[in-house]
């Protein structure tokens, strides 16, 4: 009887479990910052806004409108992208997205409607949370227009009645 030499799968088999692993690891971090963002939307609801302290002054924040991406949401000359809060628009394909409320107003009149109330326009806003890499904010111009209830009030947009109850629009 003849027996085959040993070889040992040693080396070999710890280069597949660190490889495994690794992948692994990867996997878990690349689902963990794919999901951050979304920690605000999906996470548990805020307390009552009575229970809540309002933001300090400092809290604010100004935005010169560089650019209306659509209905819901632009970027400020800084670079920083802003969303409404609690506002819903269709999107610049008119569709959408699942689970959002969808108004039958079009993308565009609601992009054009943004356009109309921010663009080139300084607003001062007061951060909400976070919606994927923007900032979700109530946003004010210098004539105290809020534009998330604008936005609602011209039809082009809907309230989300999940957020508007953490934060709500249209307050005096």
């Known amino acids: 009887m003849r027996l085959k030499p040993y070889r040992s799968a040693g080396p070999r088999r ?8 690794t992948t692994l690891l990867g996997a878990a971090a690349v689902l963990t910052a794919l999901n951050w ?3 605000d939307a999906a996470g548990p609801a805020s307390p009552p806004a009575s229970a809540r302290p309002s933001l300090p002054p ?3 924040f100004l935005c010169d409108v560089a ?5 819901d949401t632009l970027r400020c000359k800084d ?3 802003v969303r409404l809060h609690a506002v819903a628009a269709r999107e ?3 569709t959408c997205s699942p689970g959002h409320p969808c108004p039958s ?3 565009a009149s609601a992009t054009a409607t943004l356009n109309r109330l921010a663009a080139g326009k300084r607003l001062t806003c007061v951060p909400t949370g976070r919606s994927y890499k923007r900032i979700t904010a ?3 111009t210098s004539d105290n227009e809020e534009v998330n209830c604008a936005m609602v009030r011209s039809g082009t947009t809907l309230i989300w009645d999940r957020f508007d109850r953490q934060r709500p629009l249209c307050s005096r």
């Open 58 to 60: 400092e809290a604010t």
């Open 67 to 71: 650019h209306v991406n659509d209905g």
């Open 14 to 21: 710890r280069g597949r479990r660190t490889v495994a692993l």
């Open 92 to 94: 610049a394909d008119e």
């Open 79 to 81: 670079g920083l992208k």
């Open 105 to 107: 107003a079009s993308g």
């Open 138 to 140: 109530i946003c004010r």
């Open 37 to 39: 963002p979304m920690a």
